[in-house]
């Protein structure tokens, strides 16, 4: 059964929403189980129904809002995950919400490439004690089904929680609910997996901050809106 949905004008307000509140749903439940942990960077798994979720928490000393703004920049992921091997623009739907068509690279033995087509939304607290919000799942656009030049991929929720603990120092969770298609990888290399996310989210922060003064207009050069 396809995890993505079809994204169209007429549903926009919905899926975005849906999209942030699917996400602030996962993130709390009370039985997520600590699974490893390396360099003070754990890793949480939670089975529910036919899923299996994961996160990846940990403290990084940054502010809260570069985090959050590095971290919903999809046009940089590429220069620090090695998952994500291009990233294309392919509609603005408003500030804080976008479409992006991803390209990761081969898996394994598997000759293609795989793709995704999410939608990113993003949102900043509402109140004292909420967290930054960059949630994304898998959409359907006419523009862009599936080829024969790559394996199509899902996200149902995934996207990351950021908090801000103190001076400088910034809580980070990473949330994924599992498909089928990665519950046989996640069960049998936990441990692996754990020092795969503390690589990945260690080349990360070391990168550049974006700055927070005189951000240009979002028709220009904000980051989160570029195509890679």
């Not at 919903?72 to 976008?98: G, I, T």
């Not at 950021?162 to 441990?191: H, P």
Request: with cysteine; proline share 8%.
């Amino acid at each position: 059964m396809p995890l993505s949905v079809p994204w169209e004008p007429s549903n926009q307000v919905y899926l975005s929403y849906n999209n942030i509140s699917s996400l602030k749903m996962l993130a709390a439940k009370d039985n997520w189980a600590l699974s490893s942990e390396i360099n003070q960077v754990g890793l949480y798994t939670l089975e529910d129904d036919k899923y299996l979720s994961f996160h990846m928490e940990m403290l990084v000393n940054v502010d809260a809002a570069h985090a959050f703004l590095l971290l919903s920049d999809l046009r940089r992921r590429p220069e620090w995950d090695k998952h994500y091997r291009k990233v294309e623009l392919v509609q603005q739907v408003d500030e804080d919400d976008a479409i992006y068509h991803v390209i990761s690279p081969t898996l394994g033995n598997d000759p293609k490439p795989q793709d995704f087509v999410i939608l990113a939304s993003r949102r900043k607290p509402c109140d004292h004690g909420d967290p930054y919000v960059i949630a994304l799942r898998s959409v359907t656009l006419p523009t862009h089904l599936e080829t024969p030049e790559y394996r199509r991929g899902e996200t149902l929720c995934s996207g990351f929680c950021i908090w801000r603990e103190g001076d400088q120092m910034t809580k980070v969770s990473y949330y994924n609910q599992a498909t089928s298609c990665f519950l046989n990888y996640v069960t049998t290399n936990v441990a692996g997996l754990s020092l795969e996310f503390y690589n990945t989210f260690k080349a990360c922060f070391p990168l550049p901050m974006p700055t927070l003064q005189n951000p240009a207009p979002p028709s220009q050069t904000t980051p989160y809106l570029q195509a890679a």
